[in-house]
């Protein structure tokens, strides 16, 4: 039997990763059993808080814990379920009683822990990603490289598996971690069954596609704020990263420096990501074939478009716009790609 303890964070842990891992488990203990393959359940599953009893969103919810922290003296798997990003900081501040409980389980008996979405943030305070890939959700990347530089933020990744650490990526990418885990416990077979059941997509690994590009201009920096508002503005353009320094009368070295530690981003970078997002969004909307949106965007050479989009997007430019614009995919041809 394997003792799962879901975390129930004080504030505003988001219900469906706490809800949604408890279904999967015992849907996975009743297959087994009905199946023939155990008599008794596989996975204890325990709701662990730091109280019995919480009221979330502003009095909407309420859930009861079977355990607190001081009542688990020993599990194999720990899930730190998201919290909402709108008061992340005073949540990570209101719940970090869970993270000597979770180191003291990780060191005493090797537990595993897994962070779902936003959870990653808790999951990082604990040290345990530290120089290991952690994913957690597109919109919350910016901020979590802020605040925990020495962990390898991966941005394409839905699930991330590191010697018994694993995290998933943003929102409902948690029922993919599910898969993750009841496959690699109770096998193939098994996992199949919850996919089935539960209307899973199987072995998705690729978060890029749901990304959206806002552009980050949380930062104080006038010059670079300004030099992005060009990049935007002038999308069609092609735009090296000389003319923008020599415009802001910035050297090449500091206005990449600069640039960097204000948007998380090279100039290069930030300029492929914000031509990517406008090529997105034309595919997206319009009737426009790929050749017209990639002179749209700023670029002449098929391929290299190609190659950009793909490495932002996970997907070729026909395959993104057969999937989110499904009535013009006729127009194309995808063999050319």
Not at 8 to 28: D, F, H, Q, R, T
Not at 201 to 209: C, K, L
């Amino acid at each position: 039997m394997k003792h799962v303890s879901i975390l129930v964070p004080k504030g505003n842990a988001i219900l469906s990763n706490v809800v949604g891992p408890y279904k999967v488990l015992l849907a996975a203990n009743q297959f087994l059993k009905q199946t023939g393959q155990r008599t008794e359940d596989f996975f204890d599953v325990h709701l662990v808080g730091l109280d019995h009893n919480y009221v979330l969103y502003d009095g909407l919810f309420s859930i009861h814990c079977k355990s607190t922290i001081d009542d688990i003296k020993r599990t194999d798997l720990i899930m730190i379920p998201a919290l909402r990003p709108d008061k992340l900081l005073d949540d990570l501040d209101d719940n970090k009683d869970f993270i000597p409980w979770i180191l003291k389980q990780r060191g005493q008996y090797n537990t595993e822990v897994a962070s779902m979405c936003m959870g990653a943030f808790v999951l990082a305070q604990t040290g345990l990603v530290d120089g290991r890939q952690c994913a957690t959700h597109w919109a919350a990347m910016d901020l979590f490289k802020q605040l925990f530089p020495q962990v390898n933020l991966v941005s394409s990744k839905v699930v991330t598996d590191e010697e018994g650490i694993y995290s998933s990526g943003g929102a409902f990418s948690f029922l993919n971690l599910m898969l993750h885990l009841v496959e690699k416990y109770c096998g193939r077979d098994t996992a199949i069954y919850i996919s089935k059941f539960f209307e899973i997509e199987f072995d998705r690994t690729d978060q890029n596609q749901f990304a959206i590009f806002q552009g980050q201009k949380d930062h104080e920096d006038k010059a670079i704020k300004q030099a992005q508002q060009f990049i935007e503005g002038n999308i069609s353009k092609k735009i090296s990263v000389e003319q923008l320094a020599n415009q802001y009368a910035i050297s090449r070295r500091n206005f990449v420096r600069r640039f960097k530690r204000a948007t998380q981003n090279t100039p290069s970078e930030y300029i492929q990501r914000v031509k990517v997002e406008a090529a997105k969004r034309s595919f997206e909307s319009t009737s426009q074939n790929v050749n017209e949106v990639m002179y749209k965007v700023g670029y002449a050479d098929e391929k290299a478009f190609r190659t950009i989009f793909k490495k932002y997007v996970g997907l070729s430019p026909v395959a993104y716009k057969a999937k989110y614009n499904r009535g013009l995919v006729k127009f194309e041809q995808p063999t050319a790609w």
